[in-house]
């Protein structure tokens, strides 16, 4: 009896010791995996970079490139000047460049503001608040206030009230930030991949915009704003109609989804070859906008942002 009451203590600690051993064996298990799902995460995000990447370059190669030939038939090409093929692929002018490069630089800033407001919003406990709100209250706060935010920023004339243009623009990027603040309750990693494959799928479609011939693309203005109003009207119509139309709302969330990802995804190449066509017709840069002209893009990729996150975390749940 005596050794058995000496060995029971150490008993005791060998079986705390072998329980910290399995659950730090756990944690480190745990922990691999998470690393091991973050690495495969970080992979196929570079994937798609460079699959979007390199469909973009094929498209702008496949539209921008001459139409052949074939040898032996019988055509009646019309016949184009040498002046009228330097006039159509001339390069841009200072004006251009400096537009362009002052009109990214605000859509960057755009985002970062909507992003560094959003964080703050959601450490602040803004994000529960927008949760449990009403959902016609949230509509009324989010929606009118970034719209009004944004028909006074864009109404505002750049020289003659340039600080009170940025204040405008500087509420409209805390209105948009406090209306997303509630993504943050998502995955870091899942809005790390939608945010990657967004800068992919904007960026490449901006690259065959400015590379595309002059004025190319302009005709898809009229097709896009009616595509673009069957989504609004989806995307109302999911808000308006009770749970009990379940496929009808299914419907709805699909053209609100994917037919918004195709229909933005347009607008950001139409929206591009608009900023350089009023560019071209400017004499200098006072007569342009930045602001204004970045708003278009920047719309155009916090819509398509939303939807990829949204299509990659219903997936995820599946």
């Known amino acids: 009896m005596l050794p058995l009451l000496v060995r029971l203590p150490t008993m005791r600690l060998g079986s705390s010791l072998s329980l910290q051993v399995m659950r730090r064996s756990q944690s480190i298990a745990v922990n691999s995996r998470a690393a091991n799902r973050q690495q495969q995460a970080l992979i196929?995000?570079?994937?798609?970079?460079?699959?979007?990447?390199?469909?973009?370059?094929?498209?702008n190669k496949v539209l921008n490139s001459?139409?052949?030939?074939?040898?032996?038939a019988v055509t009646q090409s019309k016949q184009v000047s040498f002046a009228d093929a330097v006039e159509a692929n001339r390069p841009f002018s200072p004006v251009v460049k400096e537009?362009?490069?002052?009109?990214?630089?605000?859509?960057?800033?755009?985002?970062?503001?909507?992003?560094?407001?959003?964080?703050?919003?959601?450490?602040?406990?803004?994000?529960?608040?927008?949760?449990?709100?009403?959902?016609?209250?949230?509509?009324?706060?989010?929606?009118?206030?970034?719209?009004?935010?944004?028909?006074?920023?864009?109404?505002?004339?750049?020289?003659?009230?340039?600080?009170?243009?940025?204040?405008?623009?500087?509420?409209?990027?805390?209105?948009?930030?406090?209306?997303?603040?509630?993504?943050?309750?998502?995955?870091?990693?899942?809005?790390?991949?939608?945010?990657?494959?967004?800068?992919?799928?904007?960026?490449?479609?901006?690259?065959?915009?400015?590379?595309?011939?002059?004025?190319?693309?302009?005709?898809?203005?009229?097709?896009?704003?009616?595509g673009l109003g069957a989504v609004v009207c989806a995307s109302m119509g999911s808000l308006i109609l009770p749970v009990t139309f379940v496929r009808t709302l299914s419907v709805f969330e699909n053209v609100s989804l994917y037919g918004g990802l195709v229909v933005f995804s347009g607008l950001v190449l139409w929206?591009?070859?608009?900023?350089?066509?009023?560019?071209?017709?400017?004499?200098?840069?006072?007569?342009?906008?930045?602001?204004?002209?970045?708003?278009?893009?920047?719309?155009?990729?916090?819509n398509i942002f939303i939807r990829i996150l949204t299509i990659m975390e219903k997936n995820r749940k599946k």
């Open 99 to 226: 537009h362009l490069r002052s009109t990214y630089a605000h859509f960057a800033g755009g985002l970062a503001l909507t992003g560094t407001f959003a964080y703050i919003f959601h450490r602040n406990g803004w994000s529960t608040r927008l949760m449990m709100m009403n959902k016609w209250a949230y509509i009324g706060v989010t929606l009118v206030g970034t719209i009004g935010s944004m028909i006074a920023t864009q109404a505002i004339d750049d020289q003659q009230n340039p600080g009170l243009k940025y204040a405008t623009w500087t509420l409209f990027n805390g209105l948009m930030g406090l209306s997303l603040a509630p993504i943050c309750f998502m995955q870091p990693a899942l809005i790390a991949r939608a945010a990657l494959m967004t800068t992919g799928i904007v960026g490449s479609i901006s690259a065959v915009g400015m590379t595309a011939r002059r004025e190319q693309y302009l005709w898809i203005g009229a097709p896009l704003m009616a």
């Open 44 to 59: 196929r995000g570079g994937i798609a970079i460079v699959a979007i990447g390199g469909a973009g370059y094929l498209l």
């Open 66 to 72: 001459p139409v052949g030939t074939v040898p032996g």
């Open 271 to 302: 929206d591009t070859k608009k900023i350089i066509a009023y560019a071209e017709q400017a004499h200098s840069t006072k007569q342009l906008s930045p602001i204004n002209d970045a708003l278009g893009i920047y719309l155009d990729f916090i």
